[in-house]
C-alpha cells in the first residue's frame, strides 16, 4: 500500500461551520457597509425622508453582484434587518417583516441574475461590462420605483404629479448612489481576489491622494470657485483614465465625486445638491466608459507589441534564410562556373587548336569545312564564356568591386553597344563579401537590362558607402521601365531580392529615364 498520497476528509461539522462563517461575515459586512453609506444619505436628504445620492443602493448592487447566488439569502435578510432597524428608529418599534415588499426583492434579484447570466455580464474590464453596468443600474432603480411603489409607505400620501415627481426623484438618487458606489467595490473586489501590482497601487494611491488635498486646499482657500471646480470634476479622470486605465478611472471619479457628496452635505441646498447628482452620474458614467476604453486600448497595444516582436522575429529568420539561400546559390554557381572553366573551356581550347593543325594539313575543300568549324568552336566558346561570367564574375574575384565596376566588362558591354558608362565610386568602408556580390548582381542585372529594354544612351552607377549606410543608385536615360517579365522571371523582382535579403530596401523611378536606388544598412 502506498502511503505517498495523503487523502484529507473534512467532517459535515467542519463544512457546515466553514460556509456559516462565510455567510456570516458577507452579513456583518453588508450591514455595516448599509450603515455607513446610510449615515452619509441621511445627510444629504433635501427632501424629509427623501435622498438625492442613496448610497445604500450603491451597496446593495455592489454585493449582489460580487457575490454568487449562495450568498442572495443573507444579503436579502440583512435587507430586512436593517430596514427593521429603521424603523425602530423613526417609530421607536422594532418590528422585523421578512415578506414586507418581497415581491419587489424577488424581481430585483432576477433582474440581477438575468444580467449576471446574459451575453454581456456587468463587469468593469471591458465597454460591454461597463455599459451593462450602467443599464443594470437604471433598470434595477426604476423597478423598484416605478414598478413596486405602492410598497413604500412615503408614496401613500402622493397623487398624480407629485407621485410621478418623487419616484423619479427616487430613482435617480438610487441610480446616483449606484453608480458612484458599485463600480468602486466591484474594482476592490476583483483587485482582491487577483494579485495586485504594489508598485502600480501605491503610484495610484499617491496621485489619488495628492489630487484630493489639492482640490480641498483649493476649494478652502477659494469656496466661491466651488461650481468651477465642479465642472472641472471631469478633467483628472480623464488624464486617471490615460494613465491608469480602468482603475485610475474609477478611483478618480470616487475621489471627486466623493468630494461633490462632502460639499453637498455640507451645504445642505437643495438646488446644489441636485446639480451635484448631475455631476456625480456623468463622471461615474464617463469614468466607466473612459476607463474602459483605456484598458482595451491598452490591452490590443500589448497584443500589437507581442504580434510585432513575434513578426520582427520571423523577418530576422527569413533574412537569415535568405542570406544562406543566397550564399548557397552563389556557392554552386561558383563551383558550376569551375567546372566549367577546368573541363568545356579546356577542352573547347584544344578543340579549336587542333582544328588549326587540321586546317594546314588538308586541301581547300576540306578547309571550308574546318573554318566552319572554326566559328562553330569559337561561338561555343564565346557563350560559355559569358555562362561562366553570368554564374560567377571572375573579374570580382581578380579585381575586386571597385574595378570590376568602373573598367571591368561592364564598361567593355556598354561601349560595344555604344552607350556612354559612368560610375561614381565613394567607398568609405571594406564592404563583406555578400554585400559586394549583391551590388555586382544588381548592377549586372541593370546593365542588361539597360541594353536590351531601355533604349538608352548613358548609364550612370554610383555607389557610396559610410559606417551606417550603403546607397547605390543606377541610372540611364532611357524611356521604357523594365519589369520582370521582361527578364526571364528576374529584372526588378530579382534586384528587389538581392537587396531585401540583405535587410536592406530598393525603391524605382522612371522620372527622367529610369532610376534604381539601393539602400543597404552597413
Request: charged share 15%; with cysteine; proline share 2%.
Amino acid at each position: 500500500m502506498s502511503w505517498s498520497r495523503v487523502i484529507t476528509f473534512t467532517p459535515p461539522a467542519a463544512n457546515i461551520l466553514r460556509v456559516t462563517t462565510k455567510q456570516l461575515t458577507v452579513c456583518i459586512a453588508y450591514l455595516i457597509a448599509l450603515a455607513a453609506a446610510s449615515w452619509v444619505s441621511n445627510h444629504l436628504e433635501t427632501v424629509p425622508q427623501s435622498s438625492a445620492i442613496f448610497l445604500p443602493a450603491g451597496i446593495k448592487l455592489a454585493f449582489v453582484i460580487i457575490f454568487p447566488t449562495r450568498y442572495w439569502p443573507v444579503i436579502w435578510f440583512a435587507s430586512r434587518l436593517y430596514a427593521a432597524y429603521l424603523g425602530s428608529f423613526y417609530t421607536q418599534q422594532w418590528h422585523l417583516n421578512l415578506f414586507h415588499g418581497v415581491w419587489q426583492e424577488a424581481i430585483y434579484f432576477a433582474i440581477i441574475f438575468a444580467f449576471k447570466h446574459s451575453r454581456w455580464p456587468p463587469t468593469i474590464k471591458d465597454s460591454k461590462g461597463m455599459l451593462s453596468l450602467i443599464l443594470l443600474a437604471s433598470v434595477a432603480t426604476a423597478s423598484k420605483w416605478f414598478l413596486f411603489a405602492s410598497s413604500f409607505e412615503f408614496t401613500t400620501w402622493l397623487e398624480g404629479k407629485q407621485l410621478l415627481q418623487y419616484q423619479l426623484n427616487m430613482t435617480l438618487g438610487d441610480l446616483t448612489g449606484s453608480l458612484f458606489i458599485a463600480p468602486f467595490l466591484i474594482l476592490c473586489a476583483n483587485r482582491y481576489q487577483r494579485a495586485f501590482n504594489l508598485q502600480g497601487g501605491l503610484k495610484l494611491a499617491i496621485a489619488v491622494i495628492a489630487f484630493t488635498l489639492l482640490v480641498l486646499a483649493i476649494y478652502l482657500l477659494r469656496p466661491d470657485i466651488y461650481s468651477l471646480l465642479r465642472l472641472a470634476s471631469l478633467l483628472p479622470i480623464i488624464w486617471f483614465s490615460y494613465h491608469f486605465g480602468i482603475t485610475g478611472a474609477i478611483f478618480a471619479a470616487a475621489a471627486a465625486n466623493g468630494l461633490i457628496i462632502l460639499e453637498a452635505s455640507i451645504s445642505q441646498d437643495a438646488t446644489n445638491t441636485y446639480i451635484s447628482q448631475l455631476f456625480i452620474l456623468t463622471n461615474a458614467a464617463t469614468s466607466l466608459l473612459l476607463g474602459a476604453a483605456a484598458a482595451e486600448l491598452r490591452q490590443k497595444n500589448k497584443i500589437l507589441t507581442v504580434t510585432n516582436l513575434e513578426l520582427r522575429a520571423l523577418l530576422e529568420k527569413n533574412q537569415q534564410l535568405a542570406i544562406k539561400m543566397v550564399n548557397v546559390q552563389e556557392s554552386e554557381r561558383k563551383h558550376l562556373s569551375q567546372e566549367l572553366h577546368d573541363e568545356l573551356g579546356q577542352n573547347l581550347t584544344a578543340f579549336k587548336t587542333e582544328l588549326a593543325v587540321l586546317a594546314s594539313m588538308t586541301d581547300q575543300r576540306a578547309t571550308d569545312i574546318v573554318t566552319a568549324l572554326k566559328q562553330n568552336a569559337n561561338a561555343m566558346y564565346d557563350s560559355v564564356y559569358h555562362l561562366m561570367h553570368y554564374l560567377r564574375p571572375r573579374e570580382l574575384d581578380e579585381l575586386g568591386l571597385a574595378k570590376a565596376l568602373s573598367q571591368g566588362k561592364f564598361k567593355s558591354l556598354m561601349h560595344k553597344e555604344k552607350m556612354q558608362y559612368t560610375t561614381h565610386l565613394c567607398l568609405n568602408k571594406q564592404l563583406s563579401e555578400e554585400h559586394q556580390i549583391a551590388i555586382y548582381r544588381i548592377c549586372q542585372e541593370a546593365v542588361t537590362n539597360c541594353i536590351k529594354h531601355s533604349c538608352a544612351s548613358e548609364l550612370v552607377i554610383s555607389l557610396d558607402s559610410n559606417s551606417d549606410l550603403i546607397t547605390l543608385i543606377i541610372q540611364d536615360n532611357g524611356n521604357t521601365v523594365t519589369t520582370a517579365s521582361h527578364s526571364g522571371g528576374y529584372g526588378l523582382a530579382f534586384i528587389d531580392e538581392r537587396a531585401t535579403a540583405l535587410g536592406g530596401q530598393c525603391a524605382f523611378s522612371n522620372e527622367q529615364g529610369f532610376t534604381i536606388t539601393v539602400t543597404f544598412p552597413s
